[in-house]
């Protein structure tokens, strides 16, 4: 493990001091203090809910805290919009970028600094040096609508060191990136806190956390936990100090039995409504009693995949064949709504990306949720609730949804409890074919490895599960195979017991890599 620098200046760069926060009746934070210091890369770890990201906000002027106060370079400050955090050399790259699609990243840095005209040729040799001295790999004049989500990361710090930050604040900033992207992040962070900056990070991810701070922070529940050195920490340490108490953090995958196809897709192509082709000839299996896990960069086509086999988006080619376990005849998905595949006897459960819109009503009580999912398969006129309440009082007790009763509106229930109630309901319909995208999504740790087990039942019970995933420790740990898809292509089906993160991401930016030569190949054409 690679640890900081030499701490030649070691001294407070901000200091939080009895910091409250309250939404309402809410406490999003209650009498936190903690200290982050120049040369120093501190992680702030914590459940959802934990209250970090409503910490930093106040850092970055966002949100003003109701009690405490917060001291930078030792003297007191008010920091009421981010226009004062960067008064005071605070910038943080949030996890949803800033930036403008159609301009170029150079002008994006710029934008906004100065009214009336600017010098763009000048601030762009700034900026180089800027990149030069951190080692920050970009092109200047492309826009950000051709760029990786690597890239757009790239130009908001970029862009927050051009606006002459010390105190960067980087919320999850390796959620969608590739191993080598991160590496390259990494190596940035530690010039910069070699520079004299102080960095804080959040993030769910413990390996990293080891990997790239100095001191770690815990939050729990609103509240400060404590503060320990990374070289003193590891997993076990820090997820007992999140959740209280210890937990297990091992997946046990076990050998996949009585494997059958299930699903098979056949030269699947797909455009959205303007024409632009988002899946392009797409080919793999699904075999029962096996958990698919697929990975990708962010926007490559996952969501449009699940989409398809649902029958939420229309096929321009190709075919969806499904091997139905109880009749031993094939039907093919294409072309039928998702109430013409379920009337053929295909038992297909889908969690959605987005849980409500496509997954839940949130105006509708946790109870009404379930019933969605089997009115149609009653033969009264009358609707009966019994069964649903039941089921709905089962997956709180069982998945721990934290709610006060069944009757409660699903919108009023936190994004982590929200997933629970969706994730316990598709599992309950008894799928054959069960398709989960991110359902750890805003879930603590506890939680999602309940979801992992519970996937993993499904897959022991001769369930074939498709699993899009984001945390490749966790696809190359739960997964039996993996899928790798990338601008729209798959690039690679690997073996989840044998495979590497590297390898897999080499395979998540291949065509994004081959659609920059074509980029810069035309380019280069057009200006000889």
Not at 17 to 23: A, G, L, P, Q, S
Not at 186 to 191: D, I, Q, S
Not at 328 to 344: A, F, S
Not at 380 to 404: G, M, N
Request: proline letters at 3%; aromatic letters at 4%; charged letters at 25%.
């Amino acid at each position: 493990m690679e640890q900081g620098a030499e701490q030649v200046n070691n001294t407070p760069a901000i200091e939080l001091r009895h910091i409250t926060k309250r939404f309402g009746s809410i406490v999003a934070n209650k009498n936190v203090s903690l200290t982050v210091n120049n040369h120093e890369i501190l992680s702030i770890l914590g459940e959802n809910g934990s209250g970090k990201t409503t910490l930093m906000n106040m850092i970055s002027g966002i949100y003003h805290p109701d009690e405490g106060e917060i001291l930078i370079d030792g003297k007191p400050a008010t920091i009421n919009s981010p226009k004062d955090a960067y008064r005071y050399k605070i910038g943080m790259i949030h996890q949803h970028f800033k930036l403008v699609d159609v301009f170029s990243a150079a002008e994006n840095i710029v934008l906004g600094i100065t009214e009336g005209k600017y010098d763009l040729k000048a601030a762009t040799k700034v900026i180089r040096e800027t990149c030069d001295k951190y080692g920050f790999e970009i092109d200047l004049s492309k826009k950000i609508y051709q760029m990786s989500v690597s890239e757009k990361q790239t130009v908001e710090i970029v862009k927050t060191l051009y606006r002459g930050a010390d105190i960067l604040i980087l919320d999850e900033p390796t959620a969608v990136l590739t191993p080598q992207e991160i590496r390259r992040l990494f190596a940035v962070m530690r010039r910069m806190r070699d520079d004299g900056k102080a960095i804080i990070i959040i993030t769910h991810k413990l390996n990293e956390v080891l990997e790239i701070s100095d001191r770690v922070s815990v939050l729990r529940k609103g509240e400060y936990i404590g503060t320990i050195d990374t070289a003193e920490a590891n997993e076990s340490i820090l997820t007992e100090m999140m959740v209280g108490q210890k937990i297990s953090l091992n997946i046990e995958r076990t050998e996949p039995k009585d494997v059958q196809k299930r699903l098979v897709l056949t030269n699947v192509s797909v455009n959205s409504i303007d024409g632009r082709a988002i899946l392009k000839n797409v080919n793999f299996t699904a075999y029962s009693g096996e958990i698919l896990g697929i990975a990708g960069i962010s926007g490559s086509g996952q969501k449009e995949l699940l989409e398809s086999i649902a029958g939420l988006q229309q096929l321009k080619s190709g075919s969806i064949i499904y091997y139905n376990p109880k009749t031993g005849k094939e039907e093919d998905l294409r072309d039928k709504t998702p109430l013409q595949i379920k009337n053929l006897g295909v038992r297909l459960s889908f969690v959605p990306e987005d849980r409500l819109g496509m997954g839940l009503v949130g105006s509708m009580s946790i109870i009404d949720n379930m019933m969605l999912r089997s009115y149609r398969e009653g033969k009264s006129v009358f609707v009966r609730r019994k069964e649903p309440h039941d089921l709905a009082d089962r997956i709180i007790e069982d998945l721990q949804v934290v709610t006060p009763d069944a009757q409660t509106a699903v919108r009023k229930l936190s994004g982590g409890n929200v997933q629970k109630v969706l994730v316990g309901r598709e599992i309950a319909a008894s799928p054959t074919v069960l398709m989960v995208a991110y359902p750890v999504r805003g879930l603590d740790i506890n939680s999602s490895y309940l979801i992992y087990n519970l996937l993993t039942q499904q897959k022991e019970s001769g369930v074939a599960v498709v699993f899009v995933g984001e945390d490749l420790d966790v696809l190359t740990e739960l997964c039996d195979r993996i899928l790798v898809i990338s601008g729209g292509r798959i690039t690679g089906i690997v073996d989840g017991r044998n495979t590497t993160k590297e390898e897999i991401g080499l395979l998540m930016t291949k065509a994004h890599h081959a659609a920059d030569t074509q980029r810069k190949e035309a380019h280069d054409e057009e200006n000889s």
